[in-house]
């Protein structure tokens, strides 16, 4: 049992300082802008100064230059206060997608340093996870791309509004002059400074949403340390769902966007809401894979060592070194482990991985029970006994495990030593 107890445990490790500092939101022009004007103060105070700013230039000047030109409340088809779309987007999305940085910023950080407190990154290949938090806090610092968010916003994300999204009706920010239709000055505004803003920080979080991705991918290309038999059945990976519910106020956001489209149409050109079904399905499907396609990442399945060393935990890691040989239910060495799954992902499928491991460690037990066995042999040792079930009603896979430990007396020969007197 010597060589069993010198077994390596897989053993949470502390989290340094610098990987507490993860975050999509912490960085780039912006918020360095956010920190000059007063908007901000780190990390991510003064919340309501930034959602009631960028709110105000947003909104509040569309307001004052309509009422200027007679075009707040009639005049028009389509008066300003009575236009949807912009009161949807500035007063209501702009706000979800300020306040969605602190609650990103709070989440995802916590989500991150748990690679390393479950030990699912070990020391030794910890540089290699500091170096790729490294790597994502660099681009995301990267003024580059976000210049290149703006030419975009300017080029073409204008294009499209002026093309596809803008209404045909007569309204508040435009004026038609026979075939022509020429801008206000709420117009200009709207185009050229509001809706911008809005399409920046927008294409802001695709880009920080493109960071996780990255993130997660180069992640699950490390030696993850797994845990098979973990409660939440993703190999200790379930934490990551975490990531669904962090960006659940950009999701909402879109929806709002979805809304106020919808709304100003059925409003003011008498469409019904089943002609958007197409609109309302292709929306649902794009904002769940914008969250759930990460959590999908594969990573490369592990090859058999000569050593025996696997990168999954599993509760045969305990019972070896408390017990001298695991058997299954034929009596075979080896724990079985079957599963339905053939593919492996993130966030679990794990079966597969384990039998070249298991092979290997389990040769090792046998040795060390070979040789309890000739020491000892009239005493059978407590066996472990692990059964996986895998067949289950209309021959549907049914995972259930039980361990059970069967235990026979040893007979022993005690003989009486008497001293002579």
């Not at 987007?89 to 306040?99: C, D, G, T």
């Not at 995802?108 to 340093?113: H, L, M, Y």
């Not at 030419?151 to 509004?161: D, E, K, M, P």
Request: aromatic share 10%.
């Amino acid at each position: 049992m010597a060589k069993l107890d010198e077994l390596p445990m897989l053993t949470p490790v502390a989290v340094p300082a610098d990987n507490g500092n993860f975050s999509l939101v912490l960085g780039g022009p912006l918020y360095q802008l956010y920190l000059r004007t007063r908007l901000a103060r780190p990390p991510l105070d003064l919340l309501s100064r930034r959602v009631i700013g960028l709110s105000l230039i947003s909104w509040f000047p569309l307001l004052v230059l309509s009422v200027l030109g007679g075009r707040a409340l009639g005049g028009v088809a389509v008066p300003f206060l009575r236009d949807v779309e912009p009161h949807t987007r500035f007063l209501v999305a702009l706000p979800l997608l300020i306040m969605a940085e602190v609650f990103v910023h709070d989440r995802i950080g916590s989500i991150v340093r748990q690679f390393l407190s479950r030990g699912i990154i070990v020391p030794e290949d910890q540089p290699r996870f500091d170096a790729l938090i490294a790597s994502t806090m660099r681009l995301r610092n990267s003024m580059v791309l976000e210049v290149v968010l703006v030419v975009l916003v300017y080029t073409l994300a204008h294009w499209v509004w002026k093309q596809q999204l803008s209404l045909a009706l007569g309204s508040w920010y435009t004026v038609r002059k026979g075939a022509a239709t020429q801008l206000t000055m709420a117009g200009y505004w709207y185009a050229f400074i509001s809706l911008p803003v809005l399409r920046f920080i927008v294409f802001r979080w695709y880009f920080r949403l493109f960071l996780w991705y990255r993130f997660l991918w180069k992640v699950a290309r490390l030696p993850l340390h797994l845990k098979l038999f973990h409660p939440d059945r993703a190999g200790g990976l379930g934490f990551l769902s975490g990531s669904v519910i962090a960006f659940a106020p950009v999701l909402l956001a879109h929806t709002v966007f979805l809304a106020g489209f919808i709304g100003d149409r059925i409003w003011h050109t008498g469409a019904t809401l089943p002609s958007f079904k197409m609109e309302i399905v292709g929306a649902m499907l794009f904002l769940m894979l914008l969250v759930l396609a990460p959590l999908g990442f594969r990573n490369p399945p592990y090859k058999g060592t000569s050593d025996g060393r696997a990168r999954i935990w599993h509760p045969g890691e305990s019972l070896r070194r408390r017990f001298p040989q695991q058997v299954d239910r034929r009596g075979r060495p080896g724990i079985r482990t079957s599963t339905r799954h053939k593919r492996h992902s993130i966030v679990g499928r794990l079966g597969r991985r384990l039998q070249r491991g298991q092979r290997n460690a389990h040769s090792a037990i046998r040795q060390e029970n070979n040789l309890a066995s000739s020491d000892h042999p009239s005493c059978a040792l407590a066996t472990p006994h692990v059964d996986n079930h895998s067949a289950g009603a209309n021959g549907r896979s049914a995972h259930k495990t039980r361990v059970l430990i069967e235990a026979q007396p040893c007979e022993v020969q005690v003989t009486p030593i008497t001293s002579a007197e």
